[in-house]
């Protein structure tokens, strides 16, 4: 297992939809032990493939005890939303592909997902609270969509203009 760079905004990678995954062998095994070993590293609570520049419908997360889950990492592959209902307020969200940044978002309530997980088999979940904002944000990424997408105008173009200025300054 190795720890895989996480890719930050404004990488390409993160901006476009992902590929659907039709193979599962060894390789995506390896990926989602990388993945888990990157996501325990990073102390983050999920993790999709394209944020270590896979582009593969997969993604990672764990949500601990003390916040509703069950503290184990669940690999969801070619996942999709089938159910959403209510809204809630994701406060102070954040997002390893964008550092330094946090901020309010509004996402479902809860989420009926299916998907497979990383040995093919169906997998079908009703997510409610954290584990709800975690899986929405991740199958975010899978769509090339931030969480800063999901800001207003000014909020996000604050954060986009911070990071032009970082990246002006580490070129000079």
Known sequence: MAVLPIRTYPDPILVKPAKSVET???NLAALIADMTETLTEAKGLGLAA?????????????VPEDQGGDGLVHALVNPRIVESEGKIVSENEGCLSVPEFRAD???AERVCVEGLDGAGQPVSLDACGLTSVVL???MDHLEGVL??????RLKR???RRRVRKQMKRASE
Not at 52 to 58: E, K, P
């Open 157 to 159: 173009e604050m954060y």
């Open 50 to 62: 394209v944020q270590v520049g896979a582009d593969l419908r997969l993604l990672i997360y764990r």
């Open 136 to 138: 929405q944000h991740e």
């Open 147 to 152: 969480f800063i997408d999901r800001l207003s």
């Open 24 to 26: 599962f062998d060894e």
């Open 105 to 107: 978002v509004v996402r």
